[in-house]
Structures are given as C-alpha cells and as structure tokens.
C-alpha cells in the first residue's frame, strides 16, 4: 500500500480488542493487505475474532509458512515440541504416518526434518485434507481422508517406524471455554477430545500397536494433567512411553515405543 497508515491508531485498536501482540499483528495485517479497503477489511475482520491466521492465509510453523484455509485447526507454536520429540526418537530415513494431520503443518516440518523414505497422512477432516494436500504439492506425500489409521493401505500395518498424532485433547466441557477465534473458527473435530480429552488418544494408542514395527514410535501432544492416564493407556496398547515437557513452549509431547 502507498497511502499512508495510522499504524500506531491500528495498534490501539487490536490492542483494545484483546490482541496480545497488537505490534506484530499490525505490521502483518499491513503486509497482508493492497489497498485501504482490503486492510480494513481485515482489520474489522480480526477485531471480530477471526483468527489471523485465517486472515493472512498462512501460519508460521517451526520456521516454514504454512497455507491455512478458512475453518482448518491453525498450527500452534507448541506443537514444535512434538517434531522436536519425534525427531529424537526416531532413526535414519524412517517411514511416517502423520495422523489428524489439520494444515499438513507437522508432516511438513518432518519431511523437512527427517528426510523419510515414506511419508504420509490422514484427516477425518475434508477441508483439512484439502488444506494438507496444498502444503505438500511437490513432496509426493499422499494425504487421505478418513479417520486415523482407517484409510491407510492395509500393507503398511506393522511397518511404520513413526506415527505422530496432534489429535484433540480438548475435554467436551472445556471446549467451551477456549478462546473463540479456536472455538468458532476451526472444526469441532479438530477440537473436541471427548469426556477427558483423551478419547481419540485412547484409539490412536490401540492402533499403533498393530501399525509400528517393532521398535517403532509413536509421538503425540497432550495436556500436562492428561499425562498419568495417557501413559496408562499406551502401556495397556504394550507400548513404552515415555514424556517430554518444554516450559517455555508450555508444550507436553508424549512418546512410546512399540517393543522390539
């Protein structure tokens, strides 16, 4: 843009609007936009409680930018921990399975990462999926549509050296509580972790004890208090788990191993 802009009024504005980090925002609202009308546009947009994110059309993620489409679970800095942990845990040239994988942002992040001789991933969600497949043009990863390990070739059971889930650990009640641009901008689905949070954990646990080979690891975030149940449930699934916390990201990855 070229006519002149009020910056420090804008940042009044967000700021009174309960943008936190209003300065930042401003400049990229101010980038994002090619025209007075566009920026207030998505000025008004962001005061109403869009996330801006979807606003932008991307998030940045483990320092790469990522498409975010309108309604699609937006990458959050914490998960960083999580390919941080998978990238620990996991060996040379591994074959991947990214589950609920929302943007595609961690399956990026790890085919950056890990070079994998395979790597895949799966949505429940559509819009997701089409999102993921977006941000991974190029890469020659497939993403599928379906719910967790069900739309995988049945060929890959008991093959996968690595299978990461950022699945919802949101429990139902609480879901209510988060901030709105989460609880009225993104899925449900992408949200929602049933009575304690760790209803679709539960399920990916089950699973991964008949998709990893032996010696295999599966890597998933979760809450803090979740993490006693979590473990319990990955021992009951005759994995061995193991936590990792990262204060400054307020992140908890939670691993385990299928037994050699």
């Keep these: 843009m070229t006519t002149p802009i009020d910056r420090p009024a804008l940042v009044r504005r967000l700021r009174a609007a309960g943008c936190v980090y209003a300065e930042d925002e401003a400049d990229l609202l101010l980038d994002g936009a090619d025209s007075p009308a566009a920026l207030a546009d998505l000025v008004a947009r962001r005061i109403a409680g869009e996330p801006l994110e979807h606003l932008l059309g991307w998030a940045e993620f483990c320092g790469l930018r990522v498409a975010v489409d309108p309604g699609v679970f937006v990458p959050r800095g914490r998960t960083a921990l ?19 994988c929302g943007s595609g942002a961690t399956t990026l992040a790890l085919a950056r990462r890990l070079a994998p001789r395979w790597l895949a991933a799966t949505d429940i969600d559509p819009a997701a999926v089409a999102c993921a497949r977006r941000n991974l043009a190029g890469l020659d990863v497939p993403v599928f549509t379906g719910d967790l390990f069900a739309p995988l070739p049945p060929h890959w059971r008991g093959r996968l050296d690595l299978v990461v889930a950022n699945a919802p650990y949101v429990p139902t009640e609480a879901v209510a509580l988060l901030p709105p641009e989460a609880r009225l901008h993104e899925a449900p ?29 599966l890597v998933v975030e979760a809450a803090e208090s979740q993490v006693e149940a979590l473990c319990a449930a990955l021992t009951a699934a005759g994995l061995v788990p193991g936590v ?5 990201l307020e992140a908890t990855a939670v691993t385990a191993r299928r037994p050699a």
Aim: proline share 6%; charged share 20%; with cysteine.
């Design 244 to 248: 990792r916390h990262d204060e400054d």
């Design 189 to 217: 689905v992408a949200l929602d972790g049933g009575a304690d949070g760790l209803a679709v954990l539960r399920r990916v646990a089950a699973g991964a004890g008949e998709w990893l080979a032996p010696g295999g690891h």
């Design 82 to 100: 999580l390919v941080a942990a998978a990238a620990a845990v996991t060996g040379p040239a591994p074959a991947v399975v990214d589950l609920c």
